[in-house]
């Protein structure tokens, strides 16, 4: 998940290259609605972003995986 369209656009091609398949989400709250309906294998996240930062999305995502470990990849332009 990242607010910034052009770098989640850059992620997913990288990624679908390597036969991923990526669903995006622009903020916390749509990828909450996401996992509640799916397992992923992995989750990208910004810690920068509008509505739910990146730190309480990431404490939400690791409640709602209901025991599932799911790998979570941190991205960020914090420095």
Not at 4 to 9: A, F, S, V
Not at 59 to 64: G, P, Q, Y
């Amino acid at each position: 998940m990242d607010d910034d369209e052009i770098m989640r656009e850059s992620v997913r091609r990288v990624l679908e290259q390597e036969k991923w398949q990526v669903e995006g989400a622009s903020n916390g709250r749509f990828a909450l609605a996401h996992l509640a309906e799916s397992c992923p294998d992995v989750i990208v996240l910004d810690l920068i972003m509008p509505e739910m930062d990146g730190s309480s999305s990431w404490s939400r995502c690791v409640s709602a995986r209901n025991g599932h470990d799911i790998p979570v990849l941190v991205l960020t332009g914090r420095t």
